[in-house]
């Protein structure tokens, strides 16, 4: 069965269409790279999946659900800028997250914190913008979630806090759920995804298996999508 | 979730008016600590009307502060970037509404009840107390109905008119959120023209009553003269109209809840 | 010994390569219990997919073996281990040669080379 199908999904803001009749089925267990260059759609079809925003035409399906509250409560989802209230102490929002999300695992995120030398009683707007980023990363990885969506989880981090995001993604990755990465950041990444999507003007323009990809054109991924958005 | 939702709000809204109270009542309390020995020094009788000036200003700021405080809640929450944690939460979009709704209506309250006590403690109200005691006495007589009733329709109508002003600006932001450019600066217009539409809904809904129900009404209100009967009709019909108005907004804010927009 | 890997090939057969290194060169013993699969994942910091799915052929080399509730050994099969240690070897010595005579270097010349490079 799969976990996410999207069906002939349209979208446009005024008279721009971002995404163009998109159609999708993402299974469970896999960790799939959503690729593509800025501005070809990624963080459109991101927030269609949760909700923030209504398509124009086609249907998005979770679960074989439409999205809602049910789908909400199974998706875990790490937008590309920060989202929390920042007048909140770390010790707050784990309380916040494990008051609305009965698959939120306080403890594992306590534990998360505690290898990161984050003092849970500190308040967000005391902290460095890259911590602040690791907090949510804490946040979202800590749920036991069916498809964790994390939308350009490396972009503008420093070489470190890419290693010790991409080793929370993976040690916290089970075989019950997926994970959708999206990033323009290739090489940093392309190691640890089972599937690519390579999305461009709108339209999904390939889908793979990497490995599968390596093998059939002798060519890391990114130099692959390299030479596919070629200016 | 309504309850656990609820509790971040009045946290969240806390935070900012707990201060304000302190505050009130911190000065109500100087007040009427200086005016014991005001007569005693100028100096102090100088300070005692400044600090009397100040007290003034922050009693006639706290009501707006709190509804700045609410507006500011609905709007940081629910469309700011911390609305893609709020709206990713498995919780109904009437769930919101009812919160922020219940939560404004808690603090506009608390506020004005603060804003009683902060009065009574740093003056003498026995007095303020008497004329209004007075003026209600003159009200009740003329509308042929006991005190209590003037009470308790002065408190639903205060009330209502609180709510229907927060509500208003809820569905002028919600409304801002379908442009996809300025998105603030189409709340605030969105605002205003609720505002001009809701001003004329209530006098269409006048003329309806007027046709409908009571066409004397006109004479009443040429002539000036206040009969008990239309009185009370006049002050149901407002009643109803505010329900009304209170019952779009929440429509139209709910409607857009659910149809988001959050670039 | 360290893993090691370029993105230009399938993950997972460089994943085999590195694991079939480690048998060979005896970091990894005969009879010796493996990590688990997550674990290994972890250690190589690649996807424990496409960690299973090397696993799987090297399995089906039979360097590997699985006792079904105590997880994965190191084949105790030294017979097969040397093999496959000369095969790479071979491969190896292959390619060096390959190189050598590409710079114009006759088989008996290299063989020197190699005598004169001190190890």
């Known amino acids: 069965m799969s976990l996410l199908t999207c069906h002939n999904l349209s979208k446009s803001y005024g008279k721009t269409l971002v995404l163009n009749d998109i159609n999708l089925e993402i299974p469970s267990g896999k960790i799939i790279g959503l690729l593509g260059p800025n501005g070809s759609g990624k963080t459109t079809l991101i927030k269609l999946i949760n909700g923030l925003l209504m398509p124009n035409s086609g249907e998005i399906l979770i679960n074989m659900k439409p999205v809602g509250i049910n789908s909400k409560k199974v998706i875990s989802y790490l937008p590309e800028h920060s989202y929390l209230n920042f007048n909140m102490k770390v010790n707050e929002l784990i309380q916040y997250f494990s008051d609305f999300y009965k698959d939120f695992d306080k403890e594992k995120a306590y534990q998360l914190l505690k290898k990161l030398n984050i003092n849970a009683k500190d308040k967000l707007s005391a902290m460095s913008k890259g911590m602040k980023e690791k907090v949510q990363l804490v946040l979202v990885m800590s749920r036991k979630a069916d498809l964790y969506i994390l939308d350009e989880p490396i972009g503008g981090v420093d070489p470190a806090t890419r290693d010790y995001i991409l080793d929370t993604i993976l040690t916290n990755f089970n075989k019950e759920a997926s994970i959708i990465i999206s990033t323009h950041l290739i090489s940093d990444i392309e190691k640890i995804l089972d599937e690519v999507i390579f999305i461009k003007n709108g339209q999904i323009y390939l889908y793979g298996e990497a490995d599968e990809l390596r093998a059939q054109k002798g060519k890391s991924i990114d130099e692959i999508f390299r030479e596919e958005f070629k200016c | 979730m309504l309850k656990k939702v609820l509790k971040y709000d009045l946290q969240s809204m806390g935070k900012s008016l707990f201060p304000l109270y302190a505050a009130l009542i911190i000065m109500a309390i100087i ?233 | 010994m360290q893993w090691s890997f370029n993105n230009d090939r399938p993950i997972y057969i460089q994943l085999v390569e590195n694991l079939k290194l480690f048998i060979i060169s005896g970091t990894y013993k005969p009879g010796e219990k493996l990590l688990s699969v997550r674990d290994l994942a972890a250690l190589a910091k690649v996807n424990p997919n496409t960690m299973q799915k090397a696993l799987t052929e090297l399995e089906e080399l039979g360097l590997i073996y699985t006792e079904r509730t105590n997880g994965k050994f190191v084949t105790l099969d030294s017979k097969l281990i040397q093999k496959c240690k000369e095969k790479l070897a071979k491969e190896k010595s292959f390619i060096y040669l390959n190189d050598m005579m590409n710079l114009g270097f006759s088989k008996e010349e290299t063989i020197k080379y190699l005598n004169k490079e001190e190890k």
């Open chain 2, 31 to 263: 007040l009427r600590l200086l005016n014991l020995v005001a007569d005693k020094l100028v100096l102090i009788e100088i300070i005692y009307g400044f600090m009397l000036l100040l007290f003034v200003l922050l009693m006639v700021g706290a009501l707006f502060y709190t509804f700045f405080i609410a507006i500011k809640r609905y709007y940081k929450n629910l469309f700011s970037n911390e609305g893609y944690l709020t709206h990713t939460l498995p919780v109904s979009a009437s769930s919101l509404l009812v919160s922020k709704t219940i939560s404004a209506f808690v603090y506009l309250i608390a506020t004005s009840i603060v804003m009683i006590l902060a009065l009574m403690i740093a003056i003498d109200t026995s007095q303020i107390f008497e004329i209004l005691k007075q003026g209600i006495e003159i009200m009740a007589l003329s509308m042929k109905v006991s005190n209590s009733t003037i009470i308790i329709f002065s408190i639903l109508f205060i009330i209502l008119g609180y709510m229907s002003y927060v509500l208003m600006v809820y569905a002028g932001i919600s409304l801002g959120q379908i442009h996809n450019n300025n998105k603030l600066v189409f709340s605030v217009v969105w605002s205003i023209v609720l505002y001009y539409i809701s001003q004329i809904i209530s006098i269409v809904m006048l003329g309806v009553m007027v046709v409908l129900i009571n066409p004397e009404l006109i004479d009443m209100i040429n002539q000036n003269s206040p009969a008990p009967d239309e009185m009370n009709q006049i002050i149901i019909f407002s009643f109803i109209t505010s329900l009304i108005l209170i019952g779009i907004y929440y429509i139209i804010s709910h409607n857009r809840l659910k149809h988001l927009n959050l670039q």
